[in-house]
């Protein structure tokens, strides 16, 4: 797109400042129902349902957890078992050894380190092996202290394309959009934006006509 255009459009939809509110507002009125897709019932099924969506579909890791929860209940249940056990039990989630891996080690820092809970800010979530920036969000938004906000494929592409943030990034939008996103907003606004981008804002085929923010948007086709 050339940049007269985007400096065009930029300037036909206003600051982001003045946007970001209606841009919450509206889709979380058109999303009702964004949620996390994992399904769990516990903190620890929730942090291990999260590592383990790493590379593959939320539907795909709900298959497998239905199963591997109802066998592993608390963290000693995973290192009860061999590593060759544990990988058959999560191979439908794909990569399936370093997966293991990662489990084990967390469950052995969970029991040494935490009295067998989840912990639950960034820092002590950073520590677990295979816990990386995105998971440690996801989790800790979850367990309602969220600390930072999500960025997927999708809050990535949304970002961009509404012009709340021009970094590739994903440290760096995460950055942008704390400074931009109301603190209350942090847990849903990610939420918010992959269903968005699931349902309307397609990567390939944005339907612009049908969305609700198109007139807050510098990227609508519309
Ligand atoms: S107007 Fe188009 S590009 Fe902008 S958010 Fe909506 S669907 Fe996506």
Redesign the pocket.
């Given at each position: 797109m050339p940049r007269s255009y985007i400096h065009e459009a930029r300037k036909r939809v206003g600051p982001k400042r003045a946007r970001i509110r209606p841009i919450i507002e509206r889709l979380a009125v058109e999303h009702q129902d964004a949620a996390i897709a994992l399904e769990f019932t516990r903190p620890l099924e929730l942090l291990v349902s999260v590592m383990l969506s790493a590379q593959t579909t939320d539907v795909n890791v709900n298959r497998v957890t239905e199963k591997l929860f109802a066998k592993y209940r608390r963290p000693e249940d995973y290192l009860a078992v061999p590593q060759e056990e544990l990988e058959r039990d999560i191979y439908a989630t794909g990569f399936y050894r370093q997966k293991a891996r990662s489990l084990r080690g967390t469950m052995q820092i969970l029991i040494e380190e935490f009295d067998g809970e989840v912990p639950r800010t960034l820092p002590e979530l950073l520590r677990l092996p295979g816990v990386a920036r995105k998971t440690a969000n996801v989790v800790a938004a979850e367990l309602g202290h969220p600390q930072g906000i999500v960025v997927d494929t999708h809050v990535r592409?949304?970002s961009q394309?509404?012009g709340l943030t021009k970094q590739e990034d994903p440290v760096k939008i995460e950055r942008d959009l704390m400074k931009l996103v109301p603190r209350e907003d942090w847990g849903r606004f990610p939420h918010l934006l992959i269903w968005?981008?699931r349902r309307?804002?397609?990567a390939r085929r944005?339907?612009?006509e049908?969305?609700?923010?198109?007139d807050?948007?510098?990227?609508?086709?519309?």
């Open positions: 592409r949304l394309r509404l968005h981008g309307v804002c397609d944005p339907r612009c049908d969305c609700v923010v198109n807050l948007c510098p990227s609508s086709r519309v």
